[in-house]
């Protein structure tokens, strides 16, 4: 009964806490018993795979630089890396032309948003890798008129090639939104500072409102790039010899599946650390002109970025 | 002291021709008229300060001069050149991109929030627009930066970024930086407003300073005490026309019309 009263009291608003030693040790106790669930879950899961043995750690190490894998990592990056430029240039003009007046250009830009965001990833690799299905010849010449150069599409969509089409056009959608957010924070002042100065609408844009939206979309532009390092691994069902399709390869034939994925992931999270580092040491430089003294110590805000707490402390503009 | 008055008017009437000209100039946002008939002359090298209430039109119309406004109906002319059109016979055909920034570079423009380029040093705040839209040699406008921020005490602030520094020293550097690309007029949209009490002193004098080297400047100001000490003329705006001009000593000394009193009588609260 008495317990009853207190916890009336407590839920009513604006009403003092009378017994708020009595609540807060129930929570705690509740708080020791989850803890507890969780970290023998977590003592248990790590101790069958130790006692099962179904890891053999020495194949993990010997596969960890293996030349193939090491291709793969390679490749990955470097599909990564393409992508994502390619992706940033359509996202910038996607971006443009979304906040353009001319409804045609705004029309396009929001039609291929919508496109590319509205079906999965996967299904527009697999699409681009069989695009000859669909357009077996790409001619180039007056519409209707005989062709000066025609190429068989087959030639051109090599596994690669239908790679980096799907993950940058994909990616493009996406960082349309983000280059716009960004445009759109520019402060309109800046804008006008750059006009009354005598600078032409594309002067400005190069020297005052790109550099000041990028550094704006940042840590967003890092988001994107760690989930499209991670994105190429869908890349695998084209036959693309990224990371992951590597280390298929090597399990089809020896079987050692658990170890080769465990390669695998090991790569993942070595490449998506360095890209977080990367990022938290660009944000830095970027951030120099608006940085502002005592804000915390270097190494707190390096592990707050890797471990994805973005930006908790951006001081107010 | 009125013959005295005339004298000063009479000097700067028959030594320089206008250097701008603003006739008749309209200009509406959606229902809102903000201007309705504004029309005043603006000699080489005079000094000219827009006071009046809020809302009376007084900013409309300095970036209608510099043409982040267009107006709907009537003409702006400085040094010659129709703002935001090319003049060809009877035909006015409107400027775009390229000739319409070339018309800004006559005029430089001082903003209420100062507007620094958040991401630039100091120095370069004051060289990117001579550099890029002038075409300056990078030494040559360091070297002209590097004087005007001497000129107004902001030595040794080149590598500072805007907002490492106060509010006062935010808007000398925004003079300096529109005085970089050397105009021939400077439009001044309440420069003291966004001040601390503190750093408006500050502010005020490199704006003597400025007139002291005869530079034509249109200024919109809350500053009475600025206006009276410094201005060549008042003009007093109320609800988007002119109600009165003239002298410092008239306009503020002894104001004619009854608006003008009520005006001043409120500031001096």
Redesign the interface.
Known sequence: MKEDIAEVAVGAPGAPAKEPLGLLSKVKGKNVLVTLITLAVVVVIIGNLRISGSIDWSVVRYYFTYNAILAGVARTAELTGISMFVGMVIGVILALMRMSKNAVLSGIAYLYTWFFRATPLLVQILFWYNIALFIPTVTIGIPFGTPFYSVSVNKIITPLFAALLALGLNEGAYYAEIARSGFMAVDKGQIEAAHALGMTGSQSFWKVILPQAMRIVLPPTGNQIISLLKGTSLVSVISMPELLYSAEEIYDSNFQTIPLLIVVSIWYIILTTVLSIIQYFVENYSNRSFAEAGSGSRFKGLFANIFGRFRAEEPAQ | MISNETETLTSKQSTSEPLVVVKDVHKSFGDLRVLTGVSFDVRKGEVVCIIGPSGSGKSTLLRCI?A?ERPDKGEIIVDGQTIGYKVEGERKIPLR??EL??Q??MM??V?Q?F???????VLRNIT??PE???GLDKKVAEEYARELLKRFGLEGKENA???QLSGGQQQRV?IA??LA?RPKLMLFDEPTSALDPETVGEVLEVMKLLAKDGMTMIVVTHEIGFARDVADRIVFMDGGVIVEEGPPEQVIGAPKNERTQRFLAKLRK
Request: hydrophobic share 50%; net charge positive.
């Open positions: 510099n982040l991109g390229k920034a070339h800004r570079t430089g423009m903003f929030q507007n620094l380029f958040a991401h630039m040093t990117i627009a890029v839209v002038l970024y805007p907002r925004a930086r529109a690309m």
